[in-house]
C-alpha cells in the first residue's frame, strides 16, 4: 500500500479510456490511489474573461469537453477496479507540459499512445512523446491494446552499470504480476567481447537482484541488433516492456530519447520509462 498516487491523463478518446483502465488495474496492483488528470489548452488570448460568464464561447466549449473526458474516465476506472480510490483534476495549459508535470510525486504517470479527444487540444500523441522523456517519475505509454502471450516483464538494459531503477521498477512489477523477468542487452557496434562482458555483468546483477526478490524467475538476453527494434518486438509477448533514462530538462538526451520514441512508436503493449538515479 502506499500513499503516492498513480496519475493518468485522458482526452475522452477510446485510446485515453484503455489506458484509463490499464492505470486502474495497475493502481490495485499497487495499493495506490488513482488520480485522473485532463488538460484543455486555450488558443492564444483565449480565455473567459468575467463578462462572458453564461456565453458559450470556444473556450467554455473546451473546458466542458475537459470536464467531460473526466467524467468519462472516473465512470470507467471505477468499472475497471471497483473500490479504488479515485479522484478528478482538471489542469490548464498545454496538455504535454501540464499532464507531464501532474505526475511530480507520482508513483507512475500513464498516458495512451496516441489518439485526440473531443475537443482538439488535447492530444494524446503530443503527450506520449513528451511526457517519456522529460517527467520526474516513470511513465507508462499505454497502447490500443496488447498481445501479450506471456507471464513476463521485459527490461532493457542499456548499460549493466547504470541501470538500478529499472532494474528495480521491473523487478518490483514482476514480482507483483507473478510473471518471469527478462533482461536485455541489444548492441550493434563494437565487438563481441564487450558482448560478453555485459553477459556477465547481467548475469551477477541478476543474481542480486533475486536475492531480494526470489518469487522472481530472471533471466538475461545479450542479442545484436538495434536495440529499438529488439525491445519493440519483445513488447508482442510481454506484458510491460522497461527502459532506463536520464530526464530530459532543456535539452533531450538524443541516443536513449530515440531508443524510447523507437520503442513507444512501435510496441505492440505498454512501456514504461524509469528516470535514472541521480538524473
Request: some cysteine; charged content about 15%.
Amino acid at each position: 500500500m502506499t500513499t503516492k498516487p498513480i496519475v493518468v491523463g485522458t482526452d475522452g478518446s477510446a485510446q485515453a479510456v484503455r489506458a484509463v483502465e490499464w492505470a486502474a488495474r495497475e493502481a490495485v496492483l499497487w495499493g495506490a490511489p488513482l488520480r485522473i488528470v485532463s488538460a484543455a489548452e486555450m488558443p492564444p488570448r483565449m480565455s473567459m474573461p468575467p463578462q462572458a460568464v453564461g456565453i458559450k464561447t470556444v473556450a467554455t466549449h473546451l473546458s466542458g469537453d475537459r470536464d467531460l473526458a473526466l467524467a468519462t474516465a472516473a465512470l470507467a476506472a471505477a468499472t475497471a477496479a471497483p473500490g479504488l480510490l479515485i479522484d478528478t483534476d482538471p489542469l490548464d495549459g498545454s496538455p504535454a507540459q501540464a499532464v507531464t508535470s501532474s505526475g511530480s510525486g507520482a508513483l507512475l504517470l500513464v498516458v495512451g499512445s496516441h489518439g485526440s479527444g473531443a475537443f482538439a487540444a488535447m492530444t494524446l500523441g503530443s503527450v506520449s512523446r513528451y511526457a517519456p522523456v522529460h517527467a520526474s517519475c516513470p511513465v507508462v505509454v499505454v497502447r490500443d491494446g496488447t498481445t501479450a502471450t506471456d507471464r513476463l516483464v521485459a527490461v532493457g538494459i542499456r548499460s549493466p552499470l547504470d541501470c538500478g531503477a529499472a532494474l528495480a521498477f521491473a523487478f518490483e512489477e514482476a514480482h507483483l504480476r507473478g510473471a518471469a523477468l527478462l533482461a536485455v542487452h541489444a548492441w550493434q557496434t563494437g565487438d563481441s567481447r564487450a558482448a560478453q562482458q555485459a553477459a556477465v555483468q547481467l548475469d551477477d546483477l541478476l543474481d542480486e537482484w533475486q536475492c531480494k526478490y526470489p518469487d522472481v524467475s530472471a533471466r538475461r538476453d545479450v542479442v545484436h541488433g538495434h536495440p529499438g527494434r529488439v525491445l519493440a518486438d519483445l513488447s508482442a509477448r510481454a506484458d510491460l516492456v522497461v527502459l532506463g533514462r536520464h530526464i530530459a530538462h532543456d535539452r533531450p538526451v538524443p541516443g536513449p530519447a530515440r531508443v524510447i520514441h523507437a520503442v513507444v512508436g512501435h510496441a505492440h503493449g505498454p512501456v514504461v520509462t524509469v528516470p535514472r538515479q541521480g538524473s
